[in-house]
């Protein structure tokens, strides 16, 4: 035991070495995200007037919901008269959905949410802030907004049937958005697997967006809280192509 010990003597040492480095550097990472979190929950609370954060009957669960509930048909209502297309995202019902002049023009059930409770625990103030219409400032996506297809026309019946289609499916969707009142959206499709049941893998995909972010900047600066959704693939694709872009969001939870 001992000459295997002096053998890997040095082995050892980078090993232990190498794992409270990442240690240290996870921890550093951690306390500089709840830094940035702390600030930006302070700057946005000097700019909400102290009778919303105040609201005594917001802590009343019934009188909450009502006004959660109000809050939301008046947004919809403001939307109502933009002739725009817009994104409403209902966490209460776990439905996402396309709206227009107030009217719902498809629904999509959410599959899974993460966090599982984004943003419940908010004063009046606060709330009303976090569920403002917001525009979608900058986003990306893994299939394109409107696609164009290339098609020549055959000439005879002939040539008809000689064009062959393309097989290859789109890939499945990842749709990620940033709103102006610095809250991100990620949308992830589920398919279906070997077997055609639903694959979803929101663990796999939620450790993935969270490397991408580490890699992108080690120490997060500046907070922005993401809300990460799962919805069947073809919804998920019909919502992304049928929401604007620089399009609105109504929020409820």
Same mark, same amino acid.
């Given at each position: 035991?001992?000459?295997? $010990?002096?053998?890997?003597?040095?082995?050892?040492?980078?090993?232990?070495?190498?794992?409270?480095?990442?240690?240290?550097?996870?921890?550093?990472?951690?306390?500089?995200?709840?830094?940035?979190?702390?600030?930006?929950?302070?700057?946005?609370?000097?700019?909400?007037?102290?009778?919303?954060?105040?609201?005594?009957?917001?802590?009343?669960?019934?009188?909450?919901?009502?006004?959660?509930?109000?809050?939301?048909?008046?947004?919809? $209502?403001?939307?109502?008269?933009?002739?725009?297309?817009? $994104?409403?995202?209902?966490?209460?019902?776990?439905?996402?959905?396309?709206?227009?002049?107030?009217?719902?023009?498809?629904?999509?059930?959410? /599959?899974?949410?993460?966090?599982?409770?984004?943003?419940?625990? $908010?004063?009046?103030?606060?709330?009303?802030?976090?569920?403002?219409?917001?525009?979608?400032?900058?986003?990306?996506?893994?299939?394109?907004?409107?696609?164009?297809?290339?098609? /020549?026309?055959?000439?005879?019946?002939?040539?008809?049937?000689?064009?062959?289609?393309?097989?290859?499916?789109?890939?499945?969707?990842?749709?990620?958005?940033?709103?102006?009142?610095?809250?991100?959206?990620?949308?992830?499709?589920?398919?279906?697997?070997?077997?055609?049941?639903?694959?979803?893998?929101?663990?796999?995909?939620?450790?993935?967006?969270?490397?991408?972010?580490?890699?992108?900047?080690?120490?997060?600066?500046?907070?922005?809280?993401?809300?990460?959704?799962?919805?069947?693939?073809?919804?998920?694709?019909?919502?992304?192509?049928?929401?604007?872009?620089?399009?609105?969001?109504?929020?409820?939870?």
């Amino acid at each position: 035991m001992k000459e295997i $010990l002096v053998k890997y003597k040095i082995g050892f040492i980078a090993f232990f070495t190498i794992l409270i480095l990442l240690t240290a550097l996870t921890a550093y990472r951690y306390l500089k995200s709840m830094e940035a979190a702390d600030s930006a929950a302070k700057e946005k609370l000097v700019s909400i007037p102290e009778p919303e954060i105040a609201d005594a009957s917001w802590n009343i669960p019934e009188i909450q919901e009502k006004k959660k509930e109000v809050h939301w048909l008046e947004r919809t $209502l403001t939307l109502a008269k933009s002739d725009s297309i817009n $994104l409403g995202i209902n966490l209460a019902d776990s439905i996402v959905q396309v709206q227009l002049k107030g009217t719902v023009l498809f629904q999509a059930r959410i /599959q899974q949410q993460s966090p599982q409770h984004f943003f419940d625990n $908010l004063n009046y103030g606060t709330y009303l802030d976090f569920t403002k219409i917001a525009r979608i400032t900058t986003e990306y996506s893994t299939i394109p907004k409107r696609p164009l297809k290339k098609i /020549q026309a055959p000439k005879n019946e002939e040539e008809a049937a000689k064009i062959k289609h393309d097989s290859i499916p789109d890939p499945l969707l990842v749709w990620k958005f940033e709103l102006d009142n610095r809250i991100e959206v990620v949308i992830t499709g589920i398919g279906l697997d070997k077997d055609s049941l639903v694959d979803l893998r929101y663990k796999e995909d939620l450790l993935k967006y969270n490397i991408e972010k580490i890699k992108q900047k080690w120490v997060t600066e500046n907070y922005m809280p993401t809300l990460y959704i799962w919805l069947n693939d073809k919804d998920a694709k019909a919502i992304y192509r049928a929401i604007p872009e620089k399009g609105k969001v109504a929020f409820r939870n």
